[in-house]
């Protein structure tokens, strides 16, 4: 694990000194987060003097309730829980190198309603909010696009409300084994049965008896501190059907740039009026 979350600008990472910053541009481009990869030139330029690499050991919290929120993190590697419910807590999404944190500077606020903490540790690209909001408000095209994203996340957290509402722990656990995997980009991660219980707001005895029966089942091998998917196939089939109604969204929404941009007649505005649409109905399904 890595000692501390310190940052350096993204300029050390590539050739510094080409002219224009060309060499920057042309590494964010390729940075392993896909919301920055599939930026036009013209959009990087804008984002790029702003960001800065920084490494994100595990705990680090990047937002917590109801506090200013100071910086956005694009994801490259490792992943993030948002959590809600105060004490209690519960997990309510994941960001990995698909996504990015602050949805709420997205949405034109400064303040976050829920805690997001680091819980494989990685690294992303760091900007402040004021700097994000800036671009935004100066590039439209942009602020579209990440509208588009925070309205795929929506759908993530309505789909975690359903999978918990309605889903034994064994299904939840392999969705949610299915979403890690996703995200580490490995078949085989770190995570323990006490973690996972957390996350699910389960006893642990209850995680380690769905653990056992998909172990059984050959889907997975697991011990205390590691998780290996050994038949994702058969982890699909066994998880609740929530499980790929966000990540279908999500690459209608994001995943192909080229296709949203010849999309036309959807606004910013429709976009927010959208995505609180999708927040509204996480909000009833929790309730039920």
């Known amino acids: ?21 060309s060499a920057q541009r042309r590494r964010a481009a390729a940075s392993p987060n896909r919301l920055l990869s599939s ?22 919290v990047l937002e917590r309730v109801d506090s200013r929120v100071e910086h956005a993190y694009f994801m490259e590697s490792g992943f993030a829980s948002v959590v809600a419910g105060g004490k209690k807590e519960v997990e309510t999404a994941l960001v ?29 690209l760091r900007i402040g909010v004021p700097q994000l909001q800036r671009v935004l408000s100066e590039c439209p095209s942009l602020h579209q696009f990440l509208l588009r994203y925070a309205l795929a996340f929506s759908v993530q957290v309505s789909q975690t409300a359903v999978a918990n509402g309605r889903a034994t722990i064994e299904k939840r656990l ?19 049965h006490e973690f996972i ?10 995680v380690t008896v769905a653990l056992h029966i998909l172990e059984g089942d050959h889907l997975i091998k697991a011990n205390r501190e590691y998780i290996t998917v050994l038949d994702r196939a058969g982890l699909e089939r066994r998880s609740d059907p929530s499980y790929g109604v966000a990540e279908r969204e999500y690459d209608r929404l994001v995943g192909n740039r080229k296709v949203l941009r010849s999309a ?9 009026a ?5 927040a ?9």
């Open 274 to 278: 959208a995505t609180l649409e999708a």
């Open 1 to 21: 694990m890595r000692s501390s979350a310190g940052s350096r600008p993204i300029e050390e990472s590539v050739g510094a000194g080409e002219p224009d910053g």
């Open 264 to 272: 036309a007649g959807t606004t910013s505005r429709s976009l927010i």
């Open 280 to 288: 509204a109905h996480s909000m009833n399904e929790t309730r039920r």
């Open 197 to 206: 219980a957390t996350m699910l707001c389960v006893r642990r005895s209850g």
């Open 96 to 124: 990995g190198f698909e996504g990015m944190t602050a949805i709420s500077a997205v949405m034109g606020d400064d303040r976050a309603i829920n805690k997001t903490f680091i819980q494989a540790e990685g690294t992303a």
């Open 174 to 192: 392999a969705r949610w084994l299915l979403m890690a995997d996703d995200r580490f980009r490995s078949d085989t991660f770190p995570l323990t």
């Open 39 to 60: 930026l036009s030139d013209k959009e990087l330029g804008l984002l790029e003097p702003f960001l800065s690499r920084v490494d994100l050991p595990l705990g680090t």
